[in-house]
């Protein structure tokens, strides 16, 4: 293979790796044959919005027929820098440019990426070597305590099993009004199951006062919906989850509430004349943009049931950011952070009070945001997003790690995998990476073991996906290829997040078929087992709390890679084997002369064997 002139995935060629801290020396290499006439070749490095600089770089060194040139940069700045790479050949002026993820070409190709974040930027420790359980709480688990004050004209499932109702009304509405009764001591009930995957934190998707069952058209902050339980129910949840060593963190939906709210009150059903809509005195009525008062109205992508906040206005951000608001109110009550819906959409300024008020009880309540792309190089509305440099997020969701899980166990190209996940890696700070939300599936997406075994959803709506289902055969295929998927999801830097029921087999397409119930009693205990068998691995190797990551090998029938932890002297070796023959490495091609310990699978004369569709773990010291 060529060698390249420039890798920034490799320390040879950039050191250290991947994102680094304001002030931080970094190291950039490039190479060229002994041969090529080279002059005056420079980095050119800027931000956005400011002028290149310059920086020489000097022959270095020589060996194996290659000259070095090298030079060190120190940033000053926090945020997004670029660079590439120019120099005369032959007297020829070129330019050395990204191609693909991470090697470097002549003239053509894309810049470099290099993140600078604030010094001392930190994450909560707590979260690191963890293992996160998602719930939408309407459909985990229903305690059976008959709750007061609830709303006249909520659909209330008698059958736990049900599909939910996907059908328009009459007049052609989604209304999202049928539910299944999951409540909050439901959710304590099952903290024993709960700790046994080794789980150490739950996210709960949102639980505020809602009149439709996912709750993000919040109607009132400061209260718990009532089919969910009361505010003892919650502080409840959050003692008892301590006990056994998990933290709860909320959603948090701030770009936007809903019209039928204490704030903005569109139905009528919190009085005749309070709130927004209803009432242009109304202490509410400067969170909102009217264009027609009352009834046109700014909302989220068109939505009139979700009119949209300024989130901006001093009222509204003191309600939620200021001295015993919405944030620090429920953090007092138990919760130990916070996960932030449509990141995109809440302006920096927001984000900023955001973790000003949160940070202010402790650094170690997190702040998690919703973001669908790199969020180090996101622009939502012409900006350029400033989440993960230190005063904002402490991390992420991670759909990219997601997407590049998914495709390659269904039988996507190897190097997709890589660099899908080494970009991710590269960018993000380090202390974000540490806990990223790894997951499968989420409420937005369909189940994972669906999108590996079933039919491509594509473009086919509600009614055909009521109508498919897996047959027994994509089934067992689609539990095969998930064990897969998991050990990826496990053993990759982040923090695996368990969508409710994914552990158990669930299937289904998009929302609301990917919301069913949890199969209380109809589980799949093989997959249930083999998630318990990765958590416990996980949680009793401290390599996979911050060690960093190297891929060794990754072809179409297996991935080979490294997780590795300098600072306590550890390192872990996984195989994962997507295909049907078995995979034999020779020991020492993996650990070299180094003590070593199989945590899963078996040594047989001196080779690691990785049996089809299954994994192999090895420590060495």
């Given at each position: 293979?060529?060698?390249?002139?420039?890798?920034?995935?490799?320390?040879?060629?950039?050191?250290?790796?991947?994102a680094?801290?304001?002030?931080?020396?970094?190291?950039?290499?490039?190479?060229?044959?002994?041969?090529?006439?080279?002059?005056?070749?420079?980095?050119?490095?800027?931000?956005?919005?400011f002028?290149?600089?310059?920086?020489?770089?000097?022959?270095?060194?020589?060996?194996?027929?290659?000259?070095?040139?090298?030079?060190?940069?120190?940033?000053?700045?926090?945020?997004l820098?670029?660079?590439?790479?120019?120099?005369?050949?032959?007297?020829?002026?070129?330019?050395?440019?990204?191609?693909?993820?991470?090697?470097?070409?002549?003239?053509?190709?894309?810049?470099?990426?290099?993140?600078?974040?604030?010094?001392?930027?930190?994450?909560?420790?707590?979260?690191?070597g963890?293992?996160?359980?998602?719930?939408?709480?309407?459909?985990?688990?229903?305690?059976?305590?008959?709750?007061?004050?609830?709303?006249?004209?909520?659909?209330?499932?008698?059958d736990?099993?049900?599909?939910?109702?996907?059908?328009?009304?009459?007049?052609?509405?989604?209304?999202?009004?049928?539910?299944?009764?999951?409540?909050?001591?439901?959710?304590?009930?099952?903290?024993?199951?709960?700790?046994?995957?080794g789980?150490?934190?739950?996210?709960?998707?949102?639980?505020?006062?809602?009149?439709?069952?996912?709750?993000?058209?919040?109607?009132?902050?400061?209260?718990?919906?009532?089919?969910?339980?009361?505010?003892?129910?919650?502080?409840?949840?959050?003692?008892?989850?301590?006990?056994?060593?998990?933290?709860?963190?909320?959603?948090?939906?701030?770009?936007?509430?809903?019209?039928?709210?204490i704030?903005?009150n569109?139905?009528?059903?919190?009085?005749?004349?309070?709130?927004?809509?209803?009432?242009?005195?109304?202490?509410?009525?400067?969170?909102y943009?009217?264009?027609?008062?009352?009834?046109?109205?700014?909302?989220?992508w068109?939505?009139?049931?979700?009119?949209?906040?300024?989130?901006?206005?001093?009222?509204?951000?003191?309600?939620?950011?200021?001295?015993?608001?919405?944030?620090?109110?429920?953090?007092?009550?138990?919760?130990?952070?916070?996960?932030?819906?449509?990141?995109?959409?809440?302006?920096?300024?927001?984000?900023?009070?955001?973790?000003?008020?949160?940070?202010?009880?402790?650094?170690?309540?997190?702040?998690?945001?919703?973001?669908?792309?790199?969020?180090?190089?996101?622009?939502?509305?012409?900006?350029?997003?400033?989440?993960?440099?230190?005063?904002?997020?402490?991390?992420?969701?991670?759909?990219?790690?997601?997407?590049?899980?998914?495709?390659?166990?269904?039988?996507?190209?190897?190097?997709?995998?890589?660099?899908?996940?080494?970009?991710?890696?590269?960018?993000?700070?380090?202390?974000?990476?540490?806990?990223?939300?790894?997951?499968?599936?989420?409420?937005?997406?369909?189940?994972?073991?669906?999108?590996?075994?079933?039919?491509?959803?594509?473009?086919?709506?509600?009614?055909?996906?009521?109508?498919?289902?897996?047959?027994?055969?994509?089934?067992?295929?689609?539990?095969?290829?998930?064990?897969?998927?998991?050990?990826l999801?496990?053993?990759?830097?982040?923090?695996?997040?368990?969508?409710?029921?994914?552990?158990?087999?669930?299937?289904?397409?998009?929302?609301?078929?990917?919301?069913?119930?949890?199969?209380?009693?109809?589980?799949?205990?093989?997959?249930?087992?083999?998630?318990?068998?990765l958590?416990?691995?996980?949680?009793?190797?401290?390599?996979?709390?911050?060690?960093?990551?190297?891929?060794?090998?990754?072809?179409?029938?297996?991935?080979?890679?490294?997780?590795?932890?300098?600072?306590?002297?550890?390192?872990?070796?996984?195989?994962?084997?997507?295909?049907?023959?078995?995979i034999?490495?020779?020991?020492?091609?993996?650990?070299?002369?180094?003590?070593h310990?199989?945590?899963?699978?078996?040594?047989?004369?001196?080779?690691?064997?990785?049996?089809?569709?299954?994994?192999?773990?090895?420590?060495v010291?």
């Amino acid at each position: 293979m060529m060698k390249p002139i420039f890798d920034c995935f490799s320390e040879e060629y950039k050191s250290p790796f991947g994102a680094i801290e304001r002030g931080t020396e970094c190291r950039f290499t490039v190479e060229f044959p002994d041969d090529t006439m080279v002059e005056e070749p420079v980095l050119v490095m800027f931000r956005p919005g400011f002028k290149e600089r310059f920086i020489k770089l000097e022959k270095t060194g020589s060996s194996d027929g290659f000259t070095e040139y090298s030079c060190v940069y120190v940033p000053n700045n926090n945020g997004l820098h670029h660079y590439y790479f120019s120099l005369l050949i032959n007297h020829n002026r070129h330019y050395i440019k990204k191609n693909g993820a991470s090697e470097g070409v002549i003239d053509n190709g894309d810049l470099f990426q290099l993140t600078v974040y604030e010094q001392g930027m930190t994450t909560p420790d707590w979260l690191k070597g963890g293992i996160m359980y998602q719930i939408f709480p309407d459909r985990f688990a229903k305690s059976g305590i008959s709750h007061e004050n609830i709303p006249y004209d909520r659909k209330i499932h008698t059958d736990w099993n049900d599909m939910p109702d996907w059908r328009p009304d009459s007049r052609g509405n989604i209304t999202n009004n049928d539910y299944f009764g999951g409540d909050l001591k439901g959710i304590e009930e099952k903290l024993d199951y709960i700790a046994s995957l080794g789980a150490n934190v739950i996210y709960l998707n949102p639980i505020f006062e809602s009149h439709e069952n996912h709750r993000y058209c919040t109607a009132d902050y400061s209260k718990i919906d009532p089919l969910l339980g009361t505010e003892e129910d919650f502080v409840s949840l959050c003692k008892a989850a301590k006990e056994k060593g998990i933290h709860i963190i909320l959603d948090g939906v701030f770009s936007h509430t809903g019209a039928d709210s204490i704030y903005f009150n569109k139905t009528g059903r919190y009085g005749d004349k309070t709130g927004a809509f209803r009432d242009p005195e109304s202490p509410y009525r400067e969170w909102y943009s009217f264009t027609d008062y009352p009834n046109v109205y700014e909302s989220w992508w068109g939505i009139t049931t979700l009119p949209n906040v300024i989130e901006n206005n001093p009222a509204y951000t003191k309600y939620i950011c200021g001295e015993g608001g919405i944030l620090q109110k429920w953090i007092d009550l138990g919760a130990s952070g916070w996960r932030l819906d449509v990141a995109d959409e809440l302006p920096d300024e927001f984000i900023d009070n955001l973790n000003k008020s949160v940070k202010s009880k402790g650094s170690e309540y997190v702040i998690y945001g919703e973001v669908w792309e790199d969020a180090t190089n996101k622009e939502s509305y012409g900006i350029r997003r400033r989440y993960l440099i230190g005063g904002q997020l402490d991390s992420v969701m991670n759909y990219p790690f997601k997407e590049a899980i998914l495709n390659y166990v269904k039988g996507g190209d190897p190097k997709m995998l890589v660099d899908g996940v080494m970009t991710i890696v590269e960018h993000y700070p380090k202390p974000s990476t540490d806990i990223l939300m790894n997951f499968l599936s989420t409420h937005d997406t369909e189940r994972a073991i669906t999108r590996l075994a079933g039919e491509d959803v594509g473009w086919n709506g509600r009614e055909w996906q009521s109508q498919h289902e897996l047959t027994n055969e994509q089934y067992s295929y689609g539990i095969v290829l998930m064990k897969c998927a998991m050990v990826l999801q496990y053993f990759l830097p982040g923090i695996p997040s368990i969508y409710y029921a994914d552990e158990a087999g669930k299937e289904g397409y998009k929302d609301p078929f990917n919301r069913g119930t949890y199969p209380w009693g109809a589980e799949n205990d093989d997959l249930i087992e083999f998630a318990r068998e990765l958590g416990r691995i996980r949680r009793e190797n401290k390599v996979f709390a911050k060690g960093t990551i190297h891929f060794v090998d990754v072809t179409s029938d297996y991935a080979v890679f490294e997780r590795e932890d300098k600072e306590i002297g550890e390192k872990a070796v996984i195989i994962m084997n997507r295909s049907k023959k078995k995979i034999t490495r020779p020991v020492s091609e993996l650990v070299g002369d180094k003590t070593h310990n199989i945590l899963h699978g078996r040594e047989e004369y001196g080779n690691i064997c990785t049996e089809p569709f299954g994994y192999s773990a090895v420590l060495v010291k």
